[in-house]
Nanobody, 122 residues
Framework: QVQLVESGGGLVQPGGSLRLSCAAS????????MGWYRQAPGKERDLVAQ???????TYADSVQGRFTISRDSAANMSYLQMNSLKPEDTAVYYC????????????????WGQGTLVTVSS
């Protein structure tokens, strides 16, 4: 009923930049918070950054000052600008959204994208 699709991942050298995009579509009445998570091999999925509907942002300590989350609420999009990338940023990055699903459902549900791989390596 709601789909999230990430794009923008790839291979980048240490110190480089990438911009991830997340497009939400389907039976969306309203989107509350949108976030980006990542999961490295053998590790748990962790929050990278989150942005509320009013634009309040939260970042993991490990990316503070290097990554910037933003959103276009009218287009149901979120973005993650990643600068000064490090090898330890290598992971599958997942988009997440808290969506108020359109009637008759009209309940908040969490949705996830399929993930996009970011590899930071020389």
């Amino acid at each position: 009923q709601v789909q999230l699709v990430e794009s923008g991942g790839g291979l980048v050298q240490p110190g480089g930049s990438l911009r991830l995009s997340c497009a939400a579509s389907g039976r969306i009445f309203r989107i509350n918070a949108m976030g980006w998570y990542r999961q490295a091999p053998g590790k748990e999925r962790d929050l990278v950054a989150q942005i509320t509907s009013s634009g309040v942002t939260t970042y993991a300590d490990s990316v503070q000052g290097r990554f910037t989350i933003s959103r276009d609420s009218a287009a149901n999009m979120s973005y993650l600008q990643m600068n000064s990338l490090k090898p330890e940023d290598t992971a599958v990055y997942y988009c997440n959204a808290a969506v108020l699903v359109a009637p008759p459902n009209f309940t908040y549900q969490q949705f996830w994208g399929q993930g996009t791989l970011v590899t930071v390596s020389s």
